[in-house]
């Protein structure tokens, strides 16, 4: 999906263009070895990543009562980051079964933003597992400001990236 900078998003979900599916691993960099790293990305662009049959929308039936991490980034880190991110989604590095929905990567202005998307917000300990597998595919640094945003609390506020809890 991709928007100019300063303009508006009539509807979200129309104005992201389906890249393609993929079924297995091969299928997977059969796709992800054709598509513009995001460093080639113009800014205010987003990547979905999402499970069959999910719609990277917090509406989805899927998404309703779940959330996401959050991890900013300066840039010229987006590239390494969401290869290793979408590397451990697709290879079930996680291991909270189909907890995850899907991966976000947001290219802005001044920072990048990765998000993990989860079906179950109210579930603080695989929660806090996600977290910390997420910490650990990415080799964050342990000083890492990590935030969580429920989909209803983002519903209410409109927002993806405001007003989130924020993890130290």
């Not at 996401?68 to 697709?90: C, D, F, Q």
């Amino acid at each position: 999906m991709h928007r100019a900078p300063g303009s508006k998003i009539l509807s979200y979900e129309s104005s992201m263009k389906k890249i393609a599916t993929f079924g297995s691993v091969e299928d997977f960099w059969a796709v992800y070895s054709h598509l513009r790293r995001p460093h080639e990305l113009p800014h205010v662009s987003d990547y979905h990543l999402f499970k069959q049959g999910v719609r990277p929308v917090w509406e989805d039936a899927t998404n309703i009562n779940g959330g996401k991490w959050i991890v900013r980034l300066k840039k010229g880190l987006a590239s390494r980051y969401w290869e290793n991110l979408v590397m451990a989604v697709v290879g079930d590095q996680f291991e909270v079964g189909s907890e995850i929905c899907g991966v976000v990567l947001s290219i802005r202005g001044a920072e990048d933003i990765l998000s993990i998307w989860n079906r179950s917000a109210n579930e603080g300990r695989i929660n806090l597992k996600i977290r910390d597998t997420l910490k650990r595919v990415l080799n964050l640094p342990a000083d890492t400001i990590m935030e969580y945003k429920t989909h209803n609390d983002a519903l209410k506020d409109n927002s993806s990236f405001r007003n989130t809890d924020v993890f130290r």
